[in-house]
């Protein structure tokens, strides 16, 4: 099993709304990742975590909350975004030992839109 | 700084090679990848380079120069299928064992019958 899901695959919320983006691997991978892609961009790395604890935070804003609840589960918990949060949501998996390939499996995100 | 630099567009025919380069300069270094991207869809794994060299697998290669902050990604027998957006992405280090990714701005390719 080579398939990190996420749901949901479509997201309109507004922007005083409570929403949560999911992800799980059952790669066994240690490290996981959220990335966020504009229209025509690269991804852009947020965050990290690696053994289930956070290890990256790319000066995300605070109305984006991850939380790792296992080594299988990622969550992204959004508050009070902003229309200009609108983008892809990725989710990445991958190994975390050192010595390996760090090959990254990315779900087929989620696109959010804030109106 | 972090910079990786590829060329924003490419065009080419059905049944040829082509070859797009990506050039760059990252605080550490702990591997180059090539990801594929349609469009609306996620990134997919193409190729993976930590050794100076070339890597082969099927119709697609990839070479890394380390000492030259230099790659590039050949695929060979070009398919309409092939069109496609390509990341290249480079490993950094924050000092722990997890792979973050720096990618570069992609590289649109359109391939012509």
């Known amino acids: 099993d080579t398939e990190v899901t996420q749901t949901p695959k479509h997201l309109v919320m507004g922007m005083t709304n409570k929403k949560s983006l999911k992800c799980e691997q059952h790669?066994?991978?240690?490290?996981m990742y959220w990335y966020k892609q504009k229209a025509k961009k690269p991804p852009e790395l947020m965050f990290v975590y690696s053994y289930e604890k956070l290890s990256i935070n790319e000066s995300v804003p605070s109305r984006f909350s991850p939380e790792c609840p296992n080594s299988s589960l990622l969550n992204l918990h959004l508050h009070a975004l902003q229309p200009e949060d609108s983008a892809l949501y990725l989710c990445?998996?991958?190994?975390?030992?050192?010595?390996?390939?760090?090959?990254?499996?990315f779900g087929p995100g989620t696109r959010l839109t804030v109106t | 700084g972090q910079n990786i630099d590829q060329p924003t567009e490419m065009t080419a025919t059905e049944g040829a090679i082509v070859q797009i380069n990506c050039t760059y300069q990252?605080?550490?270094?702990?591997?180059l990848f090539w990801y594929q991207q349609h469009a609306g869809e996620a990134p997919t794994f193409l190729s993976y380079n930590v050794l100076d060299g070339l890597e082969e697998k099927g119709r697609f290669s990839s070479f890394l120069s380390r000492s030259k902050g230099y790659s590039y990604l050949l695929l060979k027998e070009l398919q309409m299928k092939d069109s496609a957006s390509y990341l290249c992405a480079v490993r950094g280090e924050y000092g722990g064992s997890q792979g973050n990714l720096i990618f570069g701005k992609g590289t649109k390719l359109s391939v012509k019958p």
């Open positions: 990252t605080s550490g270094f702990n591997g």
């Open positions: 990445a998996s991958s190994q975390a030992d050192r010595g390996s390939s760090y090959e990254q499996y």
């Open positions: 790669m066994g991978h240690r490290a």
